[in-house]
Nanobody, 124 residues
C-alpha cells in the first residue's frame, strides 16, 4: 500500500511559478512510474507529466509546451512538479499518481495509487 500526499498548491498570478510536491509513504517509489494528473470540475482527469522508474525520462501533456518539469527522488520518496509561466487555464486540482512498474504514458485506468490532490489557482 502506497500513500501519496501532495502539497504546494495555492493561488498565484498568471506568469508565476509553482512547485508541487508529492510525498510517498508505505512503500518505496522505486518500483513505480510516477505521474501528475489534473482535473477541473466537469472534466475528466488529464495527464500532466510522467516520470519512469528506470531511466527517469519524463513525458508531458501537449498543453505543457516546455513550461513544466518533473523529477523524482527515490531515496526521499518524493516527486516534484515544477510549473513555470502558469496560465489561468492551468487552474485545477493536481493529483499525484503511482503506477506499479515501468511506463511513460498513463491513463487513469493504469494508476494503482492516487493522492487526494492539491488545488492550483491561477488568476489573470
Amino acid at each position: 500500500q502506497v500513500q501519496l500526499e501532495e502539497s504546494g498548491g495555492r493561488m498565484v498570478q498568471a506568469g508565476a511559478s509553482l512547485r508541487l510536491s508529492c510525498a510517498a509513504s508505505g512503500h518505496s517509489l522505486s518500483d513505480y512510474a510516477m505521474g501528475w494528473f489534473r482535473q477541473v470540475p466537469g472534466k475528466s482527469r488529464e495527464l500532466v507529466a510522467t516520470i519512469n522508474l528506470y531511466d527517469g525520462n519524463p513525458r508531458f501533456g501537449d498543453f505543457v509546451k516546455g513550461r513544466f518539469a518533473i523529477s523524482r527522488d527515490d531515496v526521499k520518496n518524493l516527486v516534484l512538479l515544477e510549473m513555470n509561466n502558469l496560465k489561468p487555464e492551468d487552474t485545477a486540482v493536481y493529483y499525484c499518481a503511482a503506477k506499479l512498474g515501468s511506463g511513460y504514458w498513463f491513463t487513469q485506468l493504469d494508476i494503482d495509487y492516487w493522492g487526494k490532490g492539491t488545488l492550483v489557482t491561477v488568476s489573470s
